[in-house]
């Protein structure tokens, strides 16, 4: 039959039944449904594939404000530490960064808050170099505007993966520029920079990803297998990545001395010629110029024109009174010479090139020493000489060369009251760092920048030249001392030791590589403590190497290493054989203190000096060879080893998380007993604050 008018195309169609009238409507719908499937699949895969540089953003951001919490105090105070940027600096440029890793994740995921976060970011810059710039930070500066800049630059670009790439590969040199709370600044980063890199990875790999094998396929068993695989492998290098940059290389406990200074190119001569200063200030004859002999130090015919030399006694020693002093002179010019010698005490005690006297007054006497020459010129020199009352020290033989007159100490370990063998005053095998101490401040030659930084900074006072010089010998020279014991915090069961090692290791000595044969001997027994867990010199392992004071010959000359406490009896100990009284050298500690990764602390010693009798004190803190002392205010760090991730690890502890001057004890001591510690208006650097030292 043929077709009607009625039957054109239209109508055609619509005669082929309904599997064909709905042939269109199906197939417009599956495209639709494909479109509207496969849209937010693409999305959702960019998203998924930025995931990993936007959880690196946020950590950083996480991290940077909890630094910038605990570092805000050292803005514009790069310098002191030793950083090219402050903590807090660096703290700021983690956060900037964090935001640029972000920034970058959601450019590459063609994210509508790009370029908010872009802003953000760009904004975040320019206000925190105007703040770096009024502290003079000019480093941390220049990088945040810099940094700005690339950022907007690349949102602008288009070039989300390289802003991802550069934030995460850029913390690295500059965690290590600012911050130091793990072994390498560079550490802190290791999380967020790994992210980031990987995120950029995956960003930039794109459509490529599609070419791995399994991941091409659209369903069935083979893309359900690469939609686990592949996620737990990435999971996989990100977890080893990380742990390669925390754990590698590793670190232990030892410290690496950092020298400050040179003491070769430190010349300085302030020989104390005629003329000039009493006695009572007791010049210093500093010389380090690392080039000159013992000889040519020790000589009198070292210059030109008369000099005089004291031979005998040496400066600073101690004498029994009733005992006969040897007096022995030396000089140099157009002879014949005179020779008078005189007292602070006694007034004129002889004349003569050599002289023995046997009925000096008890008591610190100002030796003074006047050679003439044959044509009326005169020069002078002078000494500290100290007698003391025969009971002291008595009972050591041989009686030491230096210690203090006002000790109530008789004897040393293991015989000597508690005190007294806690800070071996009367112990001769101390008297070479005294002794070293007085070669420094009179001109003879002594290794170490320990005696240019006291030449320089005594002001001709050969008392507080000395102080300086023990002080920095224990702290950045290492001369005594070296490194942080740790394994006595573990033996103890401390919290540096423990509460982050990831296993127990409460009543144990580990850590203890990197020390002398010596520490590898000791037991452990946490229960007993102090002098009472040194029982042998000679038979290590009877000794524990819990916590407590130690006797100061086992710390200084046997173990040569502690922990806070121990550098601050030991110095302690040297200042007071060295001429310092038993109010102006003082043992004490802070209440406890907070640490980043470690948590609250219960403690830490330290010590208290008045250096150069003005009344006046200074904070010493030499822990683990740190700064020791800051003659302008608090020491600004000291170096404190505890267990992160299963292994020691080094951490400047900076002066704002101590508490110096609001933590400090109400008490002092030393082996004369125990003192109140000086208000703040007599501390350097706490001076500024009102009450005593104690919270």
């Given at each position: 039959?043929?077709?009607?008018?009625?039957?054109?195309?239209?109508?055609?169609?619509?005669?082929?039944?309904?599997?064909?009238?709905?042939?269109?409507?199906?197939?417009?719908?599956?495209?639709?449904?494909?479109?509207?499937?496969?849209?937010?699949?693409?999305?959702?895969?960019?998203?998924?594939?930025?995931?990993?540089?936007?959880?690196?953003?946020?950590?950083?951001?996480?991290?940077?404000?909890?630094?910038?919490?605990?570092?805000?105090?050292?803005?514009?105070?790069?310098?002191?530490?030793?950083?090219?940027?402050?903590?807090?600096?660096?703290?700021?440029?983690?956060?900037?960064?964090?935001?640029?890793?972000?920034?970058?994740?959601?450019?590459?995921?063609?994210?509508?808050?790009?370029?908010?976060?872009?802003?953000?970011?760009?904004?975040?810059?320019?206000?925190?170099?105007?703040?770096?710039?009024?502290?003079?930070?000019?480093?941390?500066?220049?990088?945040?505007?810099?940094?700005?800049?690339?950022?907007?630059?690349?949102?602008?670009?288009?070039?989300?993966?390289?802003?991802?790439?550069?934030?995460?590969?850029?913390?690295?040199?500059?965690?290590?520029?600012?911050?130091?709370?793990?072994?390498?600044?560079?550490?802190?980063?290791?999380?967020?920079?790994?992210?980031?890199?990987?995120?950029?990875?995956?960003?930039?790999?794109?459509?490529?990803?599609?070419?791995?094998?399994?991941?091409?396929?659209?369903?069935?068993?083979?893309?359900?297998?690469?939609?686990?695989?592949?996620?737990?492998?990435?999971?996989?290098?990100?977890?080893?990545?990380?742990?390669?940059?925390?754990?590698?290389?590793?670190?232990?406990?030892?410290?690496?001395?950092?020298?400050?200074?040179?003491?070769?190119?430190?010349?300085?001569?302030?020989?104390?010629?005629?003329?000039?200063?009493?006695?009572?200030?007791?010049?210093?004859?500093?010389?380090?110029?690392?080039?000159?002999?013992?000889?040519?130090?020790?000589?009198?015919?070292?210059?030109?024109?008369?000099?005089?030399?004291?031979?005998?006694?040496?400066?600073?020693?101690?004498?029994?009174?009733?005992?006969?002093?040897?007096?022995?002179?030396?000089?140099?010019?157009?002879?014949?010479?005179?020779?008078?010698?005189?007292?602070?005490?006694?007034?004129?005690?002889?004349?003569?090139?050599?002289?023995?006297?046997?009925?000096?007054?008890?008591?610190?006497?100002?030796?003074?020493?006047?050679?003439?020459?044959?044509?009326?010129?005169?020069?002078?020199?002078?000494i500290v000489l100290r007698i003391a009352e025969p009971w002291i020290c008595a009972n050591v033989s041989p009686r030491p060369q230096y210690y203090p007159l006002d000790t109530p100490?008789?004897?040393?370990?293991?015989?000597?009251?508690?005190?007294?063998?806690?800070?071996?005053?009367?112990?001769?095998?101390?008297?070479?760092?005294?002794?070293?101490?007085?070669?420094?401040?009179?001109?003879?030659?002594?290794?170490?920048?320990?005696?240019?930084?006291?030449?320089?900074?005594?002001?001709?006072?050969?008392?507080?030249?000395?102080?300086?010089?023990?002080?920095?010998?224990?702290?950045?020279?290492?001369?005594?001392?070296?490194?942080?014991?740790?394994?006595?915090?573990?033996?103890?069961?401390?919290?540096?030791?423990?509460?982050?090692?990831?296993?127990?290791?409460?009543?144990?000595?580990?850590?203890?590589?990197?020390?002398?044969?010596?520490?590898?001997?000791?037991?452990?027994?946490?229960?007993?403590?102090?002098?009472?867990?040194?029982?042998?010199?000679?038979?290590?392992?009877?000794?524990?190497?819990?916590?407590?004071?130690?006797?100061?010959?086992?710390?200084?000359?046997?173990?040569?290493?502690?922990?806070?406490?121990?550098?601050?009896?030991?110095?302690?100990?040297?200042?007071?054989?060295?001429?310092?009284?038993?109010?102006?050298?003082?043992?004490?500690?802070?209440?406890?203190?907070?640490?980043?990764?470690?948590?609250?602390?219960?403690?830490?010693?330290?010590?208290?000096?008045?250096?150069?009798?003005?009344?006046?004190?200074?904070?010493?803190?030499?822990?683990?060879?740190?700064?020791?002392?800051?003659?302008?205010?608090?020491?600004?760090?000291?170096?404190?080893?505890?267990?992160?991730?299963?292994?020691?690890?080094?951490?400047?502890?900076?002066?704002?998380?101590?508490?110096?001057?609001?933590?400090?004890?109400?008490?002092?001591?030393?082996?004369?007993?125990?003192?109140?510690?000086?208000?703040?208006?007599?501390?350097?650097?706490?001076?500024?604050?009102?009450?005593?030292?104690?919270?």
């Amino acid at each position: 039959m043929a077709a009607g008018p009625e039957d054109g195309p239209g109508r055609a169609s619509e005669s082929k039944g309904p599997g064909v009238l709905q042939a269109g409507p199906i197939i417009f719908n599956s495209r639709d449904r494909q479109r509207a499937v496969v849209k937010p699949e693409a999305d959702v895969g960019r998203l998924a594939l930025a995931l990993p540089g936007i959880l690196g953003g946020a950590f950083a951001i996480f991290i940077g404000c909890l630094v910038l919490l605990f570092s805000l105090p050292s803005l514009g105070r790069e310098g002191y530490y030793g950083f090219l940027m402050s903590p807090a600096a660096g703290a700021v440029i983690y956060i900037l960064l964090g935001l640029l890793g972000m920034t970058g994740a959601a450019c590459g995921a063609k994210a509508v808050r790009a370029h908010s976060l872009a802003g953000a970011a760009s904004l975040l810059g320019l206000a925190g170099a105007i703040i770096l710039a009024l502290f003079q930070e000019w480093a941390a500066c220049a990088a945040l505007m810099a940094l700005a800049a690339l950022c907007w630059a690349a949102v602008r670009a288009g070039k989300g993966p390289i802003l991802l790439l550069l934030a995460g590969l850029s913390g690295f040199p500059l965690g290590q520029a600012a911050m130091n709370f793990l072994p390498y600044g560079w550490k802190t980063w290791a999380i967020s920079g790994t992210l980031m890199t990987f995120g950029f990875i995956l960003q930039a790999g794109g459509d490529r990803l599609r070419l791995l094998p399994l991941w091409s396929q659209e369903r069935g068993p083979a893309r359900t297998v690469s939609c686990i695989f592949y996620p737990l492998l990435g999971l996989l290098l990100l977890f080893s990545i990380v742990a390669a940059l925390i754990q590698v290389p590793a670190e232990d406990s030892t410290v690496d001395v950092r020298v400050e200074g040179n003491s070769s190119a430190d010349s300085l001569w302030c020989f104390g010629g005629s003329g000039g200063a009493g006695p009572n200030l007791s010049d210093c004859d500093c010389r380090n110029d690392g080039q000159a002999t013992a000889s040519e130090h020790k000589s009198v015919c070292g210059g030109d024109g008369l000099n005089a030399k004291i031979l005998s006694p040496g400066d600073v020693t101690s004498h029994p009174r009733g005992e006969p002093v040897t007096f022995q002179a030396a000089a140099c010019g157009e002879g014949p010479f005179r020779f008078r010698w005189e007292s602070s005490i006694d007034g004129s005690i002889g004349e003569g090139e050599r002289l023995e006297k046997s009925n000096l007054s008890p008591g610190q006497h100002n030796i003074t020493l006047t050679v003439a020459d044959s044509t009326g010129a005169a020069a002078s020199a002078w000494i500290v000489l100290r007698i003391a009352e025969p009971w002291i020290c008595a009972n050591v033989s041989p009686r030491p060369q230096y210690y203090p007159l006002d000790t109530p100490c008789r004897d040393l370990w293991p015989n000597g009251s508690r005190s007294c063998q806690q800070f071996e005053v009367c112990h001769p095998g101390l008297d070479y760092i005294v002794a070293e101490a007085v070669d420094c401040c009179d001109g003879t030659p002594t290794a170490g920048s320990a005696c240019s930084f006291a030449c320089q900074n005594a002001g001709g006072d050969k008392k507080m030249c000395r102080g300086l010089y023990i002080i920095k010998s224990f702290g950045p020279d290492a001369r005594y001392m070296k490194g942080y014991a740790l394994f006595k915090a573990c033996c103890s069961g401390y919290p540096e030791c423990t509460r982050t090692c990831g296993r127990n290791l409460a009543g144990t000595c580990s850590f203890r590589e990197g020390f002398n044969q010596n520490v590898s001997r000791l037991s452990c027994f946490p229960g007993v403590w102090g002098v009472d867990s040194w029982r042998s010199d000679a038979n290590l392992s009877q000794n524990s190497a819990s916590l407590g004071l130690l006797p100061a010959h086992a710390t200084v000359n046997i173990l040569q290493t502690g922990v806070c406490a121990d550098y601050s009896a030991a110095v302690v100990t040297a200042l007071r054989k060295a001429g310092y009284g038993k109010e102006e050298a003082l043992y004490t500690a802070s209440t406890g203190y907070d640490l980043p990764l470690l948590g609250d602390h219960p403690g830490h010693a330290y010590g208290l000096a008045e250096l150069s009798g003005d009344g006046m004190y200074h904070f010493v803190d030499t822990t683990g060879n740190g700064e020791g002392i800051n003659l302008r205010g608090l020491p600004h760090y000291f170096w404190f080893t505890g267990c992160f991730l299963g292994q020691p690890v080094k951490i400047r502890v900076f002066d704002w998380w101590v508490g110096y001057c609001s933590q400090t004890s109400n008490w002092g001591y030393n082996d004369a007993g125990a003192f109140r510690t000086p208000d703040n208006s007599r501390i350097v650097g706490c001076s500024a604050l009102a009450g005593n030292c104690s919270s």
